[in-house]
DNA sequence: ACGAATTAGTCACAAAGTGCGACTAATGTC
DNA sequence: GACATTAGTCGCACTTTGTGACTAATTCGT
């Protein structure tokens, strides 16, 4: 089990990477990993892993997908099952002896099917992304709009217009406004929000054919 | 490693399963299932499983996720990865000797592991249908509009707008008609369609926030 | 032969959703 | 007090979507 942990540094995403066991092994760093115990579940486990390399439990911890293709595995397993755990970025302090954040774009050396979970888990953070309250596990309880519409750039790699953003957020009860403001330095104050999803009425769209186009198998 | 293979039978969408390996089990079925062998890949081994139990290579094999619960598998195994096998319409005769298909909600006992990964193929089905071939996967290389449609609601479980649908399709690029027309007794004649993607203008649309509401570990 | 029933396929329009420029609001800085 | 800076809203053109009503081509019944 391999799990990539994210949280917003700056302007950047990282990933947590814990130091190699044996250090006479080619790629020094790693994603935090161990065999689930007999007596767990792998949720069980995920989160027992992830404990142990960031010291606190994460803000979301989902599963990625399976990966057993034959590129080299820290230890040597035959298939890895990858995890996601979101971190808040207020909560990014000290971690585990042996660890670090690396920006996910120049990760140092790891072994080659951990560099491809984190591919994995990158696309589908942005494929999930309107599916599952991501955005939110990456900020602290409160945030500003302007925070959060960063973040949503952060991970879609692209700009967004900020009325268009606000329409579709107000349409959709994701969040509801605390009577906190925050004062950033310059500017005008911004309203805090929390997030607390409401029932929405189910708008049953029709179909779409979005990514549709080739795939595997055929 | 499980497999849920899924093909149309009639209006309603069918499961493979085979007859249990020890006839003292609880369960008198399950989804066909083996263990990888060492030197193939996850996706190859779920080739070899479903070829063993189809008789032949499905339209599509994509793999769903892992599952290692404490719930029962006919293998006693520790975890399980599920796998969608897609079988067109057309080819959903002779199966290999003890199997047989049921439909997905009408399905005889089997080890609940097993029924929780069919259920779970479920909702990654409706989930996916928008990113994947799935429908197409489901028919024979050339079908009618009406036949995807009929698809596209046995899925979704609701009707769909005959315009809408085909609105929709013909702005995906994603069929192109041949010129052949089938006459299906009554009613006038429908020109066949075959899959086939082209590039679409990609058209970059703002952020959406559908599905999102709560989620595990908060 | 001819009309009813049946299935395929299209059109047009109202309603809803989206992109985006331009605006107002509240703060800090000089 | 002017200005830069960030927050937040409005309005409008344009696009997308839901839907009923239409036309088209065939079989069936009499």
Redesign the pocket.
């Known amino acids: 089990m391999d799990i990539v942990s994210l949280t917003p540094h700056g302007r950047r995403l990282t990933a947590l990477l814990v130091r190699a066991d044996d250090p006479r092994e080619k790629e020094r760093w790693a994603l935090p990993h161990d065999v689930p115990r007999r007596d767990e579940t792998i949720d069980e486990a995920a989160v027992r892993i992830e404990r142990a390399a960031l010291g606190a439990p994460p803000g979301l911890l989902e599963q990625l997908a399976a990966f057993g293709d034959r590129r080299r595995h820290p230890s040597n397993a035959h298939v890895s099952i990858g995890y996601i755990a979101l971190v808040a970025s207020g909560s990014d302090g000290p971690v585990a002896d042996q660890a670090a954040w690396y920006p996910v774009d120049e990760l140092p050396a790891i072994a080659p099917r951990q560099r491809s979970i984190v591919e994995a888990a990158m696309q589908a953070i942005r494929a999930r992304l309107d599916q599952s309250p991501i955005a939110f596990r990456l900020l602290p309880p409160t945030f ?4 959060l ?1 960063e973040i949503y750039e952060l991970l879609l790699g692209r700009r ?9 957020l ?2 959709s009860w994701l969040v509801e ?1 605390t009577d906190e ?13 929390r997030y607390a999803p409401r029932r929405r009425r189910g ?6 054919f979005e990514g549709v186009s080739g795939s595997l198998g055929g």
């Open positions: 500003t709009l302007s925070q519409q967004l217009h900020k009325a268009s953003f606000r329409r579709a107000h349409a406004p403001w925050r004062s950033e330095g310059r500017g005008r104050p911004a309203q805090l929000f708008s049953r769209r029709g179909v779409r």
